[in-house]
């Protein structure tokens, strides 16, 4: 059973910064494209970062490139956002995802396994 388990979610001043974590279960880990999207009340789920684990390839979504960095620790099976001068418009539920399924990494329909999420909410 492959399970992806989000931590680190919480309530932050505009400025301020998180990191959140991502702790994959019954799944390879290594080599896999691995992605963090996030999902405000009434808004499509967006994709924020996306790493190909065991590499250096990243990429960012226009709204965070600069801000966010995603990192993983493969001896962990954990991904990691890294999110720095955090803004009210990064109020959301963040999910990680993994099993691309070859499609756009940044499109949350091209992953097949989520997380249950982790709420950020930044007050100005």
């Known amino acids: 059973q492959v399970l992806l388990v989000e931590s680190g979610g919480d309530s932050v001043q505009a400025g301020g910064s998180l990191r959140l974590s991502c702790v994959l279960s019954?799944?390879?880990?290594?080599?896999?494209?691995m992605g963090w999207f996030r999902q405000a009340p009434g808004k499509e789920r967006e994709g924020v970062a996306y790493?190909?684990?065991?590499?250096?390839?990243?990429n960012y979504g226009a709204s965070v490139k600069d801000r966010f960095t995603i990192s993983e620790d493969s001896a962990k099976k954990t991904m990691y956002l890294q999110m720095n001068d955090l803004k009210p418009e990064d109020t959301a539920m963040y999910y990680c995802a993994a099993g691309w399924l070859g499609r756009s990494p940044l499109y949350a329909s091209s992953y097949k396994y989520w997380g249950q999420g982790t709420q950020v909410t930044v007050s100005s």
């Open positions: 019954g799944y390879t880990f290594s080599g896999k494209l």
């Open positions: 790493i190909v684990t065991g590499s250096t390839t990243t």
